[in-house]
């Protein structure tokens, strides 16, 4: 079974630190997604990343970066946590293969992260 | 940019009546759309997809859409729904043109009393 795994379900953390959120996927998909997901909201893409070391940014980019050292892992880091960032955080994956389309076929189970 | 509309943020339901999630995009170039669903406490998982073809769209559970492009509508229905269709619904439009962003829209909770 396809797994997409994200370190922590809950994460408490205060302002101004720096948060790292990860990601690791077993499936081999070189296409790789973070969403931030909050009520009345749906899913907002904050970047994703084409292929290691590759990124571009999504719709809601600042104050994040993100790391993919490796293809089986991307890395989310919110680099001084403030309290508009707390939310609902999901990684996704998506198979290249497709030409029409790479949309996220599989999604992690999310991780809460609350900024007090 | 793209914008995905969901109109119905809460829909509640008997079992066995039949169900219809509007979704509306507003995009003028040819789209692919999608369905995902959030069951209680379970990760999202793809329903059923749009690319070309036929514009209805059989997905899983029973559940179907209909594209219909001089509508810029991509509905979602069931016949009859069951206690166990009770989860959030995403409709999302990805574009030609930029295909490696995706569109989600703000969600439909559908709740079905037994």
């Known amino acids: 079974d396809v797994k997409v795994t994200q370190s922590s379900r809950y994460l408490v953390k205060r302002t101004g630190e720096k948060v790292f959120l990860e990601c690791v996927q077993d499936m081999d998909h070189e296409n790789m997604f973070w969403y931030r997901q909050d009520p009345g909201l749906g899913l907002r893409l904050i970047y994703f990343?084409?292929?290691?070391?590759?990124?571009e940014k999504g719709d809601i980019p600042e104050g994040y970066s993100v790391s993919r050292e490796k293809k089986e892992r991307f890395s989310l880091i919110l680099e001084s946590a403030s309290t508009n960032q707390t939310s609902m955080y999901l990684c996704?994956?998506?198979?290249?293969?497709?030409?029409?389309?790479?949309?996220?076929?599989?999604f992690g189970d999310g991780t809460r992260l609350s900024i007090l | 940019a793209q914008s995905v509309s969901q109109h119905n943020h809460h829909v509640i339901l008997s079992e066995a009546a039949s169900l219809e999630l509007g979704c509306n995009y507003s995009?003028?170039?040819?789209?692919?759309l999608f369905w995902y669903v959030q069951y209680p406490g379970q990760h999202l998982q793809l329903l059923l997809k749009y690319f070309s073809g036929d514009p209805l769209v059989k997905g899983i559970k029973g559940f179907e859409a209909e594209f219909i492009k001089s509508k810029f509508s991509f509905n979602l229905r069931k016949p009859s729904v069951q206690w166990s269709d009770t989860a959030e619904y995403f409709c999302a439009v990805n574009a030609w043109g930029d295909f490696n962003k995706f569109y989600f829209g703000s969600g439909t909770k559908l709740n079905v009393k037994p």
């Open positions: 996704a994956t998506a198979n290249s293969g497709d030409k029409y389309s790479n949309q996220p076929q599989h």
């Open positions: 990343s084409y292929d290691v070391k590759m990124k």
């Open positions: 995009y003028g170039g040819t789209v692919n």
